[in-house]
T-cell receptor
Framework: AQTVTQSQPEMSVQEAETVTLSCTYDTSESDYYLFWYKQPPSRQMILVIRQEAYKQQNATENRFSVNFQKAAKSFSLKISDSQLGDAAMYFCAYRSGDNYGQNFVFGPGTRLSVLP | ETGVTQSPTHLIKTRGQQVTLRCSSQSGHNTVSWYQQALGQGPQFIFQYYREEENGRGNFPPRFSGLQFPNYSSELNVNALELDDSALYLC????????????FGPGTRLTVT
């Protein structure tokens, strides 16, 4: 079974600074996808960024980028120019390439605080 | 905001009772997944429905059951409620052919006393 670990229960960053959230995962599969989701206090989960395992290039979405290290099974999220609205729980998630179930395995989350 | 809605927003039940939670999927989506999120934890996969059929199940007992309707909306039913069932229940809708495009609803907060 796949597992996702986020070793930082809480992180804080000054507004306009950069922060990196860590995620490691364990799998024996070669075809899979990785995601970062954001869950603000209002609860609705929002997709931040995704990475296909077969792609060597790291995904980027505006101020959000990932550092995908397939051999190390590491998938960190970098948030640049942090904004107050970035404060939320961040979940790293894994999905098998197999369409059956299409279930996501989530990590325990990292609570990010943004300090003005 | 996504186009996924859930009802009710909050619910309080007594141990041993039964509960039904509802989810309306986003237009054009044929798949609904249900997750249980205990306080301070990540979501745990319960099961998924694709075109009205169960398409995968997590490590949850049979008293957790579901349905998907022809319009792709879905219900989660939990029988014989236990205190540990207290959690936020999230549904997510997607098109099975589009990986990653899973849109979450706001959740239903269930409290079992």
């Amino acid at each position: 079974a796949q597992t996702v670990t986020q070793s930082q229960p809480e992180m804080s960053v000054q507004e306009a600074e950069t922060v990196t959230l860590s995620c490691t995962y364990d799998t024996s599969e070669s075809d899979y996808y990785l995601f970062w989701y954001k869950q603000p206090p209002s609860r609705q989960m929002i997709l931040v960024i995704r990475q296909e395992a077969y792609k060597q290039q790291n995904a980027t979405e505006n101020r959000f980028s990932v550092n995908f290290q397939k051999a190390a099974k590491s998938f960190s999220l970098k948030i640049s120019d942090s904004q107050l609205g970035d404060a939320a729980m961040y979940f790293c998630a894994y999905r098998s390439g197999d369409n059956y179930g299409q279930n996501f395995v989530f990590g325990p989350g990292t609570r990010l605080s943004v300090l003005p | 905001e996504t186009g996924v809605t859930q009802s009710p927003t909050h619910l309080i039940k007594t141990r041993g009772q039964q509960v039904t939670l509802r989810c309306s999927s986003q237009s054009g989506h044929n798949t609904v997944s249900w997750y249980q999120q205990a306080l301070g934890q990540g979501p745990q996969f319960i099961f998924q429905y694709y075109r009205e059929e169960e398409n995968g199940r997590g490590n949850f007992p049979p008293r957790f059951s579901g349905l998907q309707f022809p319009n792709y909306s879905s219900e989660l039913n939990v029988n014989a409620l236990e205190l540990d069932d207290s959690a936020l229940y999230l549904c997510a809708s997607s098109d099975l052919d589009r990986v990653g495009e899973q849109y979450f609803g706001p959740g239903t907060r269930l409290t079992v006393t």
